[in-house]
């Protein structure tokens, strides 16, 4: 059988590339390497303009990651101001809000103004307590007209002097659909705040998995958002200009489980969440024809009852009384417009958070 040629190189056309020469391994080498680097920025490109992929519109600059499961890794290399998209690493992020001193994250009252809310009308479900409850009363201070909507009221809920309309369950379609709407009088409202929630006492694993549970903590955080936003929409109970902020979670967010749940866990929680952000991006899309702009918050952590599980990891992780989580949700919420709709926002540093 004859000998077979040398192959030849792909990128410069010679044979000799093939040849055990140095200078040959060489080019073999640099043609291998500018192959690789042609292949890695296509798959950049391509992943980059996936449809789906939505844009951080804040100061409109776009914040998608260059890569799965590496959406906090430019924010490290960025300066404060250039950053777009948040840092999964919860301890990380405090830490490196203390070194910058960044006073958006650290001290919120260095930039809220609530003064926009002086005379709005404003729905809130869920304002009975915890985080809910110190939106109500930060609303208040603010001169808003505030209508509090859930099951019971509360002491401190009383002692702030809104609007309460009791007996309404957000996995309830009807009473949605009549106390709800009923407790709006006929009017309208500028801004509806969907802040109920609910999370397992339980540490959910393989072990005690519950579907009952499952299935409440999604009605409640996915489902009852969804309904309660499309009820008020759909009987043109949303004020022309209004917006609707819906309180999600870093929870909910996939490519940061990675991250903050590497042994798993939490199932019904960390579902229902993902779900919340689902609905509210559909939301969002079938909004734009009434002008109707929808933002998903996590509101920060917030030392709440519902947080208490975690009490041993609060000041490592740069948790919050309830009254700065609110003020960090009502800067937040002044800045929903079209341009932001369908966005999910971090209220501790007000960057995106990936899906």
Known sequence: RPPQQAPRCFLCSSREAGKQTATAQIMRVWCSLILAALACSDSVFAFSSAPGRLPALRSNKLATSATPRAANRPSLALKMEERTVSLA????????????????????????????LKGKRVMITGGNKGLGLAITAELAAQGAEVIVVGRQSSPELDAIGVTVVTGVDVTDEDAIK?????????????????????????????????????????????????HVSATLANKGLINEGGRIAIISS??????????????????????????????????????????????????????????????????????????????????????????????????????????
Request: hydrophobic share 35%.
């Open 178 to 226: 009549t106390k709800l709407v009923d407790g709006l009088g006929g009017k309208g409202i500028d801004i509806l705040i969907n802040n109920a929630g609910y999370f397992w006492e339980e540490h959910e694993t393989l072990s005690n998995l519950s579907m009952k549970e499952e299935m409440k903590q999604i009605q409640i955080c996915a489902l009852g958002p969804l």
């Open 89 to 116: 690493d919860q301890v990380a992020r405090f830490e490196r809000a203390k070194k910058e001193k960044n006073q958006r994250f650290l001290d919120i009252d260095s930039v809220y103004d609530g003064s926009y």
């Open 250 to 355: 870093q929870a909910g967010s996939v490519e940061w489980r990675f991250t903050q749940n590497p042994e798993g866990g939490d199932y019904g929680h960390h579902m229902s969440r993902a779900a919340c952000n689902i609905a509210g991006v559909l939301l969002s899309q079938e909004l734009k024809a009434k002008k109707l702009p929808v933002v998903l918050l996590h509101p920060g952590f917030n030392k709440t009852g519902m947080t208490a599980k975690y009490s041993e990891i609060w000041e490592v992780e740069g948790a919050v009384d309830a009254s700065v989580g609110a003020k960090r949700v009502l800067h937040e919420v002044k800045g929903i417009s079209m341009d932001t709709s369908g966005t999910f926002i971090n209220c501790e540093d007000g960057l995106v958070i990936p899906w």
